[in-house]
């Protein structure tokens, strides 16, 4: 896309700027804008005092409402923008009356010749240029108050944010788009896997019930076997009492939870974020690297992944322990993964917290091909990753 230029340009004096219309003007943040700051306000405030006044945190626009207050802090058309956090630095324009958190600064335009909506586009680069080229981004109001903004007419000024609103606009309609494709094709992909596993690859396998409400039939010379057959089934060990220096922030033994388990679809679990010490081990249950785990409690359990590196774990991870030979590990997680939702349905508890303990693991039903029918049912879904990304990811 090309624009029209303008008679002369002058230097910006900001290397990353370069040369800028010669009549448009830089002019700092603290000139155009009182400038002010949210304050804390905690979940618990927030049902405590409901009401009608939104309260923004730092989170994107679509996830930024905490809740609603029924006294407001800023009332009016204001810019704000978040301090800190992996968002820091994103500017957003808010009308009316809200609440802002203590991460979030507010901008309330002292000039009524500066376009609030231009001045949001032209702050958005700045920032975003600030937080990139910062290692510990904290953009607090003394560095907002600095920051220059070119200012053009107001005619301009107009003219700019009205093509930046039409223009982004359908950008973000072009990524909401792009990203509903790549669920669906999870979903398929998903979908693949799971009749793989469940089903072969041969679509003219005489078939037999397997006996199980979920799983169905399956092929005629499948073995479905309890998972206690195939595998020591043992649950991971937290050291008491939690948080105790003795045992955890050490830099011994990688610790595995079911927050590492569940953070990504990948496969392979390969690092953890949190370590034990040498005694914290001790107290704990050891796993080899090429086993599989499994979260067994919450929200999110259900969910396997193969380590890939000697680990700890905790008491609300399962492990399959001397998985017998004629199993393959990778198998065995795409089988667990395609299972997730049926077993989560199996051990839901009215509207207490669901759990997956090992009684429930061991007698789980699996449809077991020969090995070599394995080994290329994994070859396949291997492919078919590759295939997956290739779709995602090519520009």
Not at 160 to 185: C, G, M, N, V
Not at 221 to 234: L, Q
Request: charge should be negative.
């Amino acid at each position: 896309m090309s624009f029209p230029k303008y008679p002369k340009y002058k230097a910006s004096g900001v290397e990353w700027l370069g040369d800028v219309p010669e009549h448009w003007r830089q002019i700092p943040v603290w000139l155009l804008f009182d400038i002010g700051r949210g304050r804390v306000i905690s979940h618990e405030e927030i049902l405590d005092k409901p009401g009608d006044y939104p309260v923004y945190s730092s989170q994107t626009e679509n996830q930024g409402i905490m809740g609603y207050l029924s006294s407001f802090e800023f009332e009016g058309d204001f810019l704000t923008w978040t301090t800190d956090g992996a968002n820091a630095g994103t500017v957003f324009r808010r009308s009316g009356r809200f609440n802002c958190t203590n991460v979030c600064g507010t901008l309330k335009l002292k000039a009524p010749t500066v376009s609030l909506d231009y001045c949001r586009h032209a702050l958005a680069i700045s920032t975003a240029y600030f937080v990139r080229h910062d290692i510990n981004p904290k953009l607090m109001n003394n560095v907002m108050a600095k920051i220059r903004i070119l200012i053009p007419s107001i005619d301009e000024q107009s003219s700019i944010a009205e093509f930046l609103d039409h223009e982004t606009s359908k950008i973000d309609a072009l990524i909401a788009e792009q990203r509903r494709l790549i669920e669906l094709l999870k979903e398929k992909r998903q979908a693949v896997i799971s009749h793989a596993v469940t089903k072969g690859l041969n679509p003219n396998a005489p078939m037999k019930p397997s006996g199980i409400d979920w799983l169905g039939d399956v092929p005629e010379h499948w073995e479905v076997k309890p998972m206690r057959t195939i595998a020591n089934v043992v649950r991971g060990a937290s050291p008491r009492p939690a948080g105790d220096p003795r045992y955890f922030g050490g830099d011994v033994m990688p610790w595995v939870t079911v927050a590492e388990i569940t953070k990504d679809d990948q496969v392979d679990l390969t690092e953890t974020e949190s370590f034990l010490t040498e005694e914290g081990a001790e107290h704990s249950k050891r796993f080899p690297s090429g086993t599989v785990i499994y979260s067994n409690s919450g929200a999110t359990l259900g969910v396997p992944k193969i380590l890939r590196m000697d680990a700890c774990a905790n008491d609300g991870v399962v492990a399959f322990e001397r998985l017998h030979h004629g199993v393959h590990p990778q198998f065995l997680y795409h089988y667990l993964a395609s299972i997730t939702n049926a077993i989560r349905e199996k051990v839901k508890q009215g509207s207490g917290q669901p759990n997956l303990n090992t009684d429930i693991v061991k007698a789980l039903q699996f449809g077991v091909p020969p090995l070599v029918e394995q080994q290329v049912i994994v070859r396949h879904i291997e492919q078919l990753a590759k295939e997956f990304d290739r779709k995602v990811y090519l520009p």
